[in-house]
Each structure stands twice: as structure tokens, then as C-alpha cells.
């Protein structure tokens, strides 16, 4: 699975923005689908998953009520909304797939098989 990522930018403050994330190869269906991000200096953090099963979706407490991760299995994409932006979420983000996650590993990207090259965004005050 080819992962590719996309919709990074500059923003101010309290602005909005909307990555994709598309793959070719495989549909996205079968797989859990995160965004990390990593920011200048930093570890790379997991943000937002989707799980292959039920569709469950799961954020780290920092994006929770701004971010939604989303599927749209006919384009083969998943996205990450991101509303209300602050300076503290400028990093790369990426997106990355893997199967057969479970729960306490969504977060660690060790648990990932495939990532996408990365989109940097930028929120300045």
C-alpha cells in the first residue's frame, strides 16, 4: 500500500484545514488508518486513528472537539478536519495504515506497516 498524503499549509490561529490521505494498491477499507505528527525537535505523537473494525475513532486529548478523523471509501481516502488551529499543532503530519491493531497499540507507530511521505503545517499566531 502506497500511502499519500496531502492539504498541509499555513494558517493562523483558529483557522481550518482539511488533510487527505489516499491510497493506491489496496482499498483503505481493510485497514487502521492513523495521522501522527511531529513537530520541530519532538517525538512523532499519534493525533487521530480509525479503526478497520466498527469505525471506531480515537484522538489524543490535545485535538479532541477540534479534529475528526473521516473515511470515504469510494475515493479511497481518509481525512483529518482540523478546526480551530493553534500554534502548538504545527508539525508534519502523516498518515499511516496497518491491520490487525489492537487497541492499546493504536497510538504507537510501531504498529503501523505503511506511511505516507508527510504535509507540514504551519499555525501562526
Known amino acids: 500500500v502506497q500511502l499519500q498524503a496531502s492539504g498541509g499549509g499555513s494558517a493562523q490561529v483558529g483557522d481550518s484545514l482539511r488533510l487527505s490521505c489516499t491510497a493506491s494498491?489496496?482499498?483503505?477499507?481493510?485497514?487502521?488508518v492513523g495521522w501522527f505528527r511531529q513537530a520541530p525537535g519532538k517525538e512523532r505523537e499519534f493525533v487521530a486513528v480509525l479503526r478497520r473494525s466498527g469505525g471506531h475513532t480515537y484522538y489524543t486529548d490535545s485535538v479532541r472537539g477540534r479534529f475528526t478523523i473521516s473515511r470515504d471509501n469510494a475515493k479511497n481516502a481518509v481525512y483529518l478536519q482540523m478546526n480551530d488551529l493553534k500554534p502548538e499543532d504545527t508539525a508534519i503530519y502523516y498518515c499511516a495504515a496497518g491491520g490487525g491493531i489492537i487497541l492499546s497499540s493504536i497510538g504507537d507507530p510501531r504498529a503501523y506497516d505503511y506511511w505516507g511521505q508527510g504535509t507540514l503545517v504551519t499555525v501562526s499566531s
Open positions: 494498491g489496496r482499498t483503505f477499507s481493510g485497514y487502521t
